[in-house]
């Protein structure tokens, strides 16, 4: 079976990142785009092949289409995702999920009503290293694990910022969305912890440039996570420590391959080596066989909810300056 994916949004990540992997997995095809701005999805179409539209509800009514994946402004995820699970369609939504607890609980309503498939982009959970990375906590390697550090930087060179990701309307935010909310989200997944409170630091509101924070997660963990938008690609990594043993994901939260998990054991060091393509390589193969049934999902709705949640704390914590408990309410 061939899977038919359409693209709500053409921009960068669409275009660069996400479509190209499809047309590298084996089950996949572009069949159809969507943009506002017709000419980038007649671009997009002659690049990876489709159909494009001018109309978001007429491309949903394409029989080709399996799959949505939103890529357009953080605000318009909800309604267009929503669009789609009425429509019968599995959905691959770009982080954040939405910019509202509501939203994303109707959201994930929605794709049980539909008995569809709601997948969120944290494209660095889906790394072989960082697989491995949960692996070994979960097998005991470090022993009780004890605290967590994990940065993600990029330049607004990287991916245009000068469009609504400076309107915080439709952007909800800067760094936090931009780049923070995958350090945090790669630390929930290799070490099975949610968040339960924040303590958070920004540059500047309403769209940061640099975040900073202290998590409190599940089991005595403590974690400090940072991500900005000001210089491209500082310290693509993260450790995790435990009273027998630490690991390093070098390049593990990073969207270039050869990536490797360095651990490090009283008998000595480690190296495993990564899986050697894109993160959104296996981000598409892994929703395509949560799709066929093939495999369980990986980074769900409810994975998105979670990241909600720790972005309400962590708001609720820059005002309010002090430590907040995450609520997650669904």
Same mark, same amino acid.
């Given at each position: 079976?061939?899977?038919?994916?359409?693209? @709500?949004?053409?921009?960068?990540?669409?275009?660069? @990142?996400?479509?190209?992997?499809?047309?590298?997995?084996?089950?996949?095809?572009? %069949?159809?785009?969507?943009?506002?701005?017709? +000419?980038?999805?007649?671009?997009?179409?002659?690049?990876?092949?489709?159909?494009?539209?001018?109309?978001?509800?007429?491309?949903?009514?394409?029989?080709?289409?399996? $799959?949505?994946?939103?890529?357009?402004?953080?605000? &318009?995820?909800?309604?267009?995702?929503?669009?789609?699970?009425?429509?019968?369609?599995?959905?691959? @939504?770009?982080?954040?999920?939405?910019?509202?607890?509501?939203?994303?609980?109707? /959201?994930?309503?929605?794709?049980?009503?539909?008995?569809?498939?709601?997948?969120?982009?944290?494209?660095?959970?889906? *790394?072989?290293?960082?697989?491995?990375?949960?692996?070994?906590?979960?097998?005991?390697? &470090?022993?009780?694990?004890?605290?967590?550090?994990?940065?993600?930087?990029?330049?607004?060179?990287?991916?245009?910022?000068?469009?609504?990701?400076?309107?915080?309307?439709?952007?909800?935010?800067?760094? $936090?969305?931009?780049?923070?909310?995958?350090? $945090?989200?790669?630390?929930?997944?290799?070490?099975?912890?949610?968040?339960?409170? %924040?303590?958070? *630091?920004?540059?500047?509101?309403?769209?940061? +440039?640099?975040?900073?924070? $202290?998590?409190?997660?599940?089991?005595?963990?403590?974690? =400090?996570? /940072?991500?900005?938008? &000001?210089?491209?690609?500082?310290?693509?990594?993260?450790?995790? /420590?435990?009273?027998?043993?630490?690991?390093?994901?070098?390049?593990?939260?990073?969207?270039?391959?050869?990536? =490797?998990?360095?651990?490090?054991?009283?008998?000595? *060091?480690?190296?495993?080596?990564?899986?050697?393509?894109?993160?959104?390589?296996?981000?598409?193969? +892994?929703?395509?066989?949560a799709v066929l049934g093939r495999a369980p999902l990986n980074g769900s709705g409810e994975d998105g909810l979670q990241a909600i949640a720790v972005v309400d704390a962590i708001y609720q914590s820059i005002k309010?300056?002090?430590?907040?408990?995450?609520?997650?309410?669904?």
């Amino acid at each position: 079976m061939t899977v038919g994916w359409a693209f @709500c949004g053409t921009g960068h990540v669409a275009d660069k @990142c996400v479509a190209p992997e499809v047309g590298r997995q084996p089950d996949s095809r572009v %069949v159809a785009a969507f943009d506002v701005v017709l +000419d980038k999805a007649q671009d997009f179409v002659h690049r990876h092949g489709g159909r494009f539209y001018d109309d978001f509800d007429r491309m949903l009514e394409d029989r080709d289409v399996d $799959i949505v994946y939103i890529a357009s402004p953080n605000a &318009l995820h909800a309604k267009q995702a929503i669009a789609a699970f009425r429509a019968g369609k599995h959905v691959l @939504c770009e982080k954040p999920m939405a910019l509202s607890m509501d939203d994303g609980r109707e /959201m994930v309503n929605a794709a049980r009503s539909a008995g569809k498939l709601l997948g969120v982009g944290f494209h660095f959970r889906h *790394k072989p290293s960082n697989v491995l990375a949960r692996k070994l906590i979960s097998d005991g390697r &470090l022993g009780r694990i004890f605290f967590a550090e994990a940065e993600r930087g990029s330049s607004k060179d990287a991916v245009p910022h000068n469009t609504w990701r400076q309107r915080p309307e439709l952007a909800g935010g800067g760094s $936090i969305f931009n780049q923070g909310l995958h350090p $945090i989200d790669t630390l929930r997944f290799v070490t099975g912890r949610n968040v339960l409170s %924040v303590s958070a *630091k920004v540059d500047k509101t309403p769209i940061d +440039d640099v975040f900073a924070a $202290i998590l409190e997660m599940e089991g005595g963990l403590i974690a =400090s996570v /940072m991500s900005h938008q &000001l210089f491209p690609d500082t310290r693509p990594e993260y450790v995790v /420590m435990g009273e027998d043993g630490w690991i390093k994901g070098v390049g593990a939260p990073f969207r270039e391959p050869n990536d =490797s998990i360095e651990l490090y054991e009283r008998s000595g *060091k480690s190296l495993f080596p990564g899986g050697g393509k894109s993160p959104y390589w296996y981000e598409v193969d +892994d929703f395509v066989n949560a799709v066929l049934g093939r495999a369980p999902l990986n980074g769900s709705g409810e994975d998105g909810l979670q990241a909600i949640a720790v972005v309400d704390a962590i708001y609720q914590s820059i005002k309010e300056n002090r430590t907040v408990e995450v609520k997650p309410n669904w």
